[in-house]
């Protein structure tokens, strides 16, 4: 049983359906911890708006840009929160739509 660490098993004993982990090595590693790179919110995509979308500030106040449907854009990373709590897309600096972006 090389390279197994731990034993998993079910069992119907009595129609009660027991399962458990049996641990067979030591499961601590000897070692500093492995950090993960953040990644980067601001990576450059190109999308397409499917509906009417009103470009919104940081504070979530409308800006009176609007978007028209099918239009063809370039955002900034994925969903953020705005100030006032609502989720948004990146258009560009201080400008935030809340429609879905298709890629």
């Given at each position: ?6 034993w ?21 590693i ?68 809340s ?5």
């Open positions: 049983m090389d390279g197994i660490a731990i998993q098993y079910t069992d119907n004993w009595k129609g009660m359906s027991t399962d458990g982990n049996i641990t067979i090595l030591p499961l601590s000897s070692g500093s911890a492995v950090s993960q790179a953040p990644s980067n919110s601001n990576t450059k995509h190109t999308g397409k708006i499917m509906y009417k979308s009103y470009v919104y500030d940081g504070n979530g106040k409308r800006t009176g840009e609007v978007y028209k449907a099918y239009v063809s854009v370039t955002y900034y990373g994925g969903k953020t929160k705005l100030s006032n709590g609502k989720s948004a897309v990146k258009f560009g600096d201080n400008k935030y739509t429609w879905q972006v298709i890629s």
